[in-house]
């Protein structure tokens, strides 16, 4: 059973660093898509970056050239680096692993099929 594990989440200002990570276990990493999805209050859950199983990388609009996805399949790790932070990022972070049997270019099919974390809190403050 897929365990996945946040940290780095806290209080930055406006145009501030975080880097949140999520350990996995459980899993055959190597073999799954991996992604952060985020959820700010009074909103539905939505996807933030996704990491496919060759590495290509997908951003939601409202992050392009800001966040940075990445993943380390000797640690079994993924790593979302948040850079020029704004209010509206402030949420709960979810890392999230989908088999990749399943089709990881939809941000549904993490919700329908994953596994994940317990989210870890992110607040940008103006």
């Known amino acids: 059973q897929a365990q996945l594990v946040e940290s780095g989440g806290g209080s930055v200002q406006t145009g501030g660093s975080l880097r949140l990570s999520c350990a996995a276990a459980?899993?055959?990493?190597?073999?799954?898509?991996l992604g952060w999805f985020r959820q700010a209050p009074g909103k539905e859950r939505e996807g933030v970056a996704r990491?496919?199983?060759?590495?290509?990388?997908h951003y939601a609009d409202s992050v392009k050239g800001r966040f940075t996805i990445s993943r380390d399949n000797k640690k079994n790790t993924i790593t979302l680096q948040m850079n020029n932070s704004k209010p509206e990022d402030t949420g709960i972070y979810y890392c999230t692993a989908l088999y990749s049997v399943f089709a990881c270019g939809r941000w549904s099919s993490f919700e329908d099929q994953g596994s994940w974390g317990q989210g870890t809190q992110v607040t940008v403050s103006s």
């Open positions: 459980g899993i055959d990493f190597p073999i799954y898509c």
């Open positions: 990491i496919d199983t060759d590495a290509s990388t």
